[in-house]
């Protein structure tokens, strides 16, 4: 079955600083989406990324996707106190059917 | 607000209790989905529902027992459950169920089995 591994685990940045986050999968990738979750709560979407090479942003949020690697990178410029939370990577199961997680990247942000 | 409301945020029930989740989702689409969270694990997928139809049953036990009578509300029934089955379930929705579409989470349902 697929995986998706996500590194790092948790990170400490503080204010201002740059930060990226990885997602690589045990399988070939089609389509990889980025949640971002608060401690106890929903999954808010962030983006979602389709063809190898693509790229997109939102705000200071940035994802590439390297489909010959298997892997997703998802990087944040400046990183604000509100970027604080769990960084969810996902990819859509064998079937297509629904998403897999990995486990998650735990971000705090010190001001 | 993602469009997804679950109901209740926060239960706390016995071994031998018998209750339900709810899910609803405002958006007008056509699959559902109920995942559940542990801790230090990644999120997992429970079932999967298209337009009514349960499509996906990821080998959940049977003491969870999903009903979803129309395409806007998905039911998680609970019964005798375990104490490590406590954990964060949090139900979603999409257009359509498949590779390409995103999906919107609800807030999740913190349950605990004492």
């Known amino acids: 079955s697929q995986e998706l591994e996500q590194s790092p685990q948790s990170l400490i940045v503080q204010e201002g600083k740059n930060l990226t986050i990885n997602c690589t999968s045990s399988?070939?990738?089609?389509?990889l989406y980025w949640y971002k979750q608060k401690y106890g709560e929903g999954l808010i979407f962030l983006m979602m990324?389709?063809?190898?090479?693509e790229e997109k942003s939102h705000e200071k949020i940035t994802a590439k996707l390297d489909e010959k690697k298997q892997q997703s990178s998802l990087h944040i410029t400046a990183s604000q106190p509100s970027h604080a939370g769990i960084y969810l990577c996902g990819a859509a199961n064998q079937a297509g059917t629904a998403l897999i997680f990995g486990k998650g990247t735990t971000l705090s942000v010190s001001s | 607000e993602t469009g997804v409301t679950q109901t209740p945020r926060h239960l706390v029930m016995g071994m031998t209790n018998k209750k339900s989740l709810k899910c609803e989702q405002h958006?007008?689409?056509?699959?559902m989905y109920w995942y559940k969270q542990s801790a230090k694990k990644p999120l997992e997928l429970m079932f999967v529902y298209n337009f009514k139809e349960q499509t996906e049953n990821n080998s959940v036990p049977s003491r969870f027992s999903p009903e979803c009578p129309n395409s806007s509300h998905l039911f998680l029934h609970l019964h005798t459950l375990q104490p490590e089955d406590s954990a964060l379930y949090l139900c979603a929705s999409s257009q359509d169920p498949g590779t390409y579409n995103e999906q919107f989470f609800g807030p999740g349902t913190r349950l605990t089995v004492l």
């Open positions: 399988k070939t990738l089609y389509g």
């Open positions: 958006l007008g689409h056509n699959a």
């Open positions: 990324l389709q063809k190898g090479g």
